[in-house]
């Protein structure tokens, strides 16, 4: 299991579960906003919005992979800036010429996302690095 690519459905529910977190949030939040009587075209925005920048930071993250350790912070950092800024402007030019409403709704989804994806990934990292531990406890002699 990588940490920063996602794991399978086949290497266990949990982890999976963890992994996509944030679209198991946006699916949810669909009826929650129907049941508040939110505009649903502020969740469909949110949940565009958050499905978007989670393909740039899978395809910064596949790049800064294979890169130097130099070209790797630089493309971390200007592509989580670039994704702050793109949704920041989605969001307000929404607000400005369409609907504050949707707007709002669209932002909330999307924030609920991001901050439950963040989880996810910080699960996934600690589960990795327990097992990273546990495989250099055993060495050599114990397999």
């Given at each position: 299991?990588?940490?920063?690519?996602?794991?399978?459905?086949?290497?266990?529910?949990l982890?999976?579960?963890?992994?996509?977190l944030g679209?198991?949030?946006?699916?949810?939040a669909a009826?929650v906003?129907?049941a508040?009587y939110?505009?649903?075209a502020g969740?469909a925005?949110?949940t565009?919005?958050?499905?978007?920048n989670?393909?740039?930071?899978?395809?910064a993250?596949k790049?800064?992979?294979?890169s130097?350790?130099t070209?790797a912070?630089?493309?971390?950092?200007v592509?989580?800036m670039?994704?702050?800024?793109?949704?920041?402007i989605?969001?307000?030019?929404?607000?400005v010429?369409?609907s504050?409403?949707i707007?709002v709704?669209a932002a909330l989804?999307?924030l609920?996302?991001?901050t439950?994806?963040?989880m996810?990934?910080v699960?996934?990292?600690?589960m990795h690095?327990r097992?990273r531990?546990?495989?250099?406890q055993?060495?050599?002699?114990?397999?």
């Open positions: 299991m990588s940490v920063a690519l996602y794991p399978q459905p086949r290497e266990g529910a982890p999976f579960a963890a992994a996509t679209f198991i949030v946006c699916v949810l009826p906003v129907w508040v939110g505009p649903m969740w925005l949110g565009a919005l958050w499905t978007i989670w393909i740039l930071s899978q395809v993250t790049y800064a992979l294979a130097s350790p070209t912070v630089g493309v971390s950092g592509s989580m670039f994704r702050a800024f793109f949704v920041a989605v969001v307000f030019v929404v607000a010429r369409v504050h409403a707007a709704t989804v999307f609920a996302a991001f439950f994806d963040l996810g990934r699960f996934l990292f600690h690095e097992a531990q546990t495989a250099n055993k060495g050599p002699a114990d397999s």
